[in-house]
C-alpha cells in the first residue's frame, strides 16, 4: 500500500514528521495498526543491517528511531482503542545503570527492540540496582538489558545480577550488557547472559534468549 510505503520511507529518511503523519493517514484509511508498525520494523531492520555492514552509521540508526518514536504512540493507541495489541515476543527491562546518565545508547535499543516485536519497560538513566530487580518481579521479564557507559558504574552491573540471585529471580531472566565501559570479557566475569556494543546486535541477542532469532 502506498500510505505504508510512504511510512516506512519517512522512517529510511529519519522524518519524524512525515512519520507521524502517514501513521496518522494509515489509520485514516482503515488499516490495521500492526501492518504500519510491520513497515516500519522493517525499515529500521534494514537500517539496521546496513549499520552492521558499515554502509551506515550511527546517526543514521539513531535517525531512524526517532522517526519511529514519533509514529509508534499514534499506531499503539490506535490498538488499544480497539482492544488489542501487538503480540509479543517477551518482555524486556531496559535502562542505564545508577550512577551514569548517558541514554542515546540505551533508547536506541529499546527502540529497535519495540520494532522486533518485544514488550520493553525503559526505565531511564542512573537506576538503582533494586529498582531493576523490583521491575523484573512486577514485569515477569523475559530479559533485562544494562548500559554502563563510565568505567566507574560498570560494577552496578554486577551489583543487579547479584541482588537478582539473592531475591530468587536470576534463573527466570537473561541479562545483557553493553555500553562504553562493558567488554565480553568483563561480561562473563559477572555472569552476564551476553554483551553487544552495538544496539542491533543487541536485539539479536534479545531475540536468541527468547528463541527467535
Known amino acids: 500500500m502506498e500510505t505504508l510505503a510512504a511510512l516506512a520511507r519517512a522512517v529510511d529518511e529519519y522524518d519524524a514528521v512525515a512519520a507521524a503523519e502517514h501513521a496518522r493517514k494509515a489509520l485514516d484509511e482503515g488499516i490495521d495498526p500492526v501492518a ?7 525499515a529500521i531492520k534494514t537500517i539496521g543491517d546496513d549499520f552492521e555492514a558499515g554502509t551506515r552509521w550511527l546517526p543514521d540508526l539513531i535517525g531512524a528511531a526517532d522517526a519511529m518514536k514519533a509514529a509508534a504512540p499514534i499506531l499503539e493507541e490506535a490498538l488499544k482503542a480497539r482492544g488489542g ?13 545508577q550512577g551514569d546518565i548517558h541514554s542515546i545508547g540505551i533508547e536506541m535499543v529499546c527502540t529497535l527492540l519495540i520494532a522486533a516485536g518485544f514488550e520493553v519497560h525503559y526505565l531511564g538513566i542512573d537506576v538503582p540496582a533494586q529498582k531493576f530487580v523490583d521491575a523484573v518481579r512486577d514485569t515477569g521479564a523475559d530479559v533485562v538489558a544494562l548500559s554502563a557507559l563510565l568505567t566507574v558504574t560498570s560494577l552496578e552491573d554486577k551489583k543487579v545480577i547479584e ?9 527466570q531472566v537473561k541479562v545483557m550488557v553493553g555500553g562504553g565501559a562493558i567488554n565480553a570479557d568483563f561480561a562473563a566475569s559477572i555472569g552476564a547472559d551476553g554483551y553487544e556494543p552495538a544496539a542491533p546486535g543487541a536485539v ?10
Not at 504500519?36 to 522493517?42: G, I, K, L, N, V
Not at 501487538?86 to 535502562?95: D, H, M, P, T
Open 36 to 42: 504500519a508498525f510491520d513497515a516500519m520494523t522493517a
Open 204 to 213: 539479536q541477542l534479545a531475540l536468541s534468549f527468547v528463541g527467535a532469532a
Open 163 to 171: 541482588l537478582l540471585t539473592e531475591q530468587g529471580l536470576r534463573d
Open 85 to 97: 495489541e501487538r503480540q509479543s515476543l517477551g518482555k524486556v527491562v531496559a535502562g542505564t545503570v
